[in-house]
Each structure stands twice: as C-alpha cells, then as structure tokens.
C-alpha cells in the first residue's frame, strides 16, 4: 500500500518553456500533497502543501507564479515549472498523506529528474 | 540552530554490525518522528515512523524517541551492504503535517 507514481521521471526541456510534472497516488487518497526539490547532495527542500481542492501553500523564497500547483483530485496534484532555466534544474520529488491517525507519514513518489538547457 | 540537525557522516560500519543514527531536533511541540531511507539519485522511502518516547522496533531496525532531550536515533541491526544509503531524520513541525528533513547521513557498510 502507500503507493505514489510521479511522472514524467526524466526530462530535459528548453530554457523558457514549462514542464509538469504529474504525481498520483494510486492506492490512497492523498488529502494532503507536498512537492519538494532536492539539489544534488543536499537535503530535502520543501516548496509548497497543496490540499484537495485548496489553493497550495508555498514555503518563503517559492515563487508561486513560476510554481504552479493544482491539486485537483485526491489522487492528483501536477507541478507546472513556467518559464523554466538552468537554474531550475533538479531533481522534484512529491509526496503525499492522508488524514488519520497516520496523517503525518509522508509517501514520496519516485520523483522528476528535470534538466533545462 | 537548524531545525533538524544529523552528522553528515560517512559512518562505516562492518557487515553484521550495528549501525546507530542520531538526529536532534529544536521544536519541543514536534509529535511525529520519521526515518526514510534515501539511496543515491532516488526519492526517499519511509522506514520508520514514531510518535511516543521509547524504543519502537520492525525487524532489524528500532527508532528511538526521548522529547526530554529532543533526540530521535535509529538502530539498524546485522547491517547489510544494502543499507548503505543515506538516511533522513524528519519530524513534524508547526503544529501541522508538515516536515522538517534533517540534511541526512550517509551510511557505509562495508564487508
């Protein structure tokens, strides 16, 4: 059980485009959906909470306009990088919760590999 | 002070040996304590989850919690090469489902 899919798992786009990335939770429903970004050999960096059907929450220094996060169902949230640049480039990681008694553990997808060029 | 702090290691430790991870944390409202495993150029996966000061065991590993003293370690019994990986201390903060992820540390096991 607790199974999160992320797709696409790699990509490389052009500087100044958008990419989405797609994450599903495929055995629960996931009330809650986070979407981190982690740069090589450094920690888990959380941007934004996104619930169903609520706006998402961005952590200081996320640029919500450049993020863009739906949550639409509760077993889909995608991430939209506008606009994208090199500096974009990293590694995108979801993870979604539910509510209950284990409301707190977080079960990560497999995460996106983004490069910008 | 960070929020969640962890030795970045390496630790090596012999195959079958015990390999012991610490983590401190700075929040005292913090409830929930996690221990996921991260191998190299993949995402994290939950190994262990406590919420209540004491020992919690699952096979070869046991998460230990103090609130007293703000500690949270994790104990991997007959360590394997397969554990190698690094491993991230996380714990709820603000009240809320949100995590905090310490930078991790990297464990070696060596045969």
């Known amino acids: 059980g607790a199974v999160v899919s992320q797709h696409p798992s790699r990509v490389i786009c052009k500087s100044g485009t958008s990419v989405k990335i797609e994450c599903r939770s495929l055995?629960?429903?996931?009330?809650?959906m986070f979407w981190y970004r982690q740069f090589p050999k450094q920690s888990l960096m959380l941007m934004a909470t996104?619930?169903?059907?609520?706006?998402?929450?961005?952590e200081q220094g996320v640029e919500k306009d450049k993020f863009l996060i739906n949550h639409a169902s509760l077993t889909l949230s995608t991430l939209t990088v506008t606009s994208a640049h090199p500096e974009d480039s990293s590694f995108y990681i979801c993870?979604?919760?539910?509510?209950?008694?284990?409301?707190?553990?977080?079960?990560f997808g497999p995460g996106t590999r983004l490069t910008v060029t | 002070q960070k929020e969640v702090e962890q030795n970045s290691g390496p630790l090596s430790v012999p195959e079958g040996a015990i390999a012991s991870l610490n983590c401190t944390y700075s929040?005292?409202?913090?409830?929930?304590f996690f221990w996921y495993r991260q191998y190299s150029g993949k995402s994290p996966e939950l190994i262990m989850s406590?919420?209540?000061?004491g020992d919690k065991e699952d096979g070869r590993f046991t998460a230990q919690l103090n609130k007293a003293s703000q500690y949270v370690s994790l104990l991997i019994r007959d360590s394997q090469p397969s554990d190698s990986a690094t491993y991230l201390c996380?714990?709820?903060?603000?009240?809320?489902?949100?995590?905090?992820f310490g930078t991790g540390t990297q464990l070696k096991v060596e045969l």
């Open positions: 996380a714990v709820s903060t603000g009240g809320g489902n949100k995590l905090t």
């Open positions: 929040d005292r409202g913090s409830q929930s």
């Open positions: 993870s979604a919760s539910t509510s209950g008694s284990r409301s707190y553990e977080q079960y």
């Open positions: 406590i919420y209540s000061n």
């Open positions: 055995d629960f429903q996931a009330t809650t």
């Open positions: 996104s619930n169903e059907g609520s706006k998402a929450t961005y």
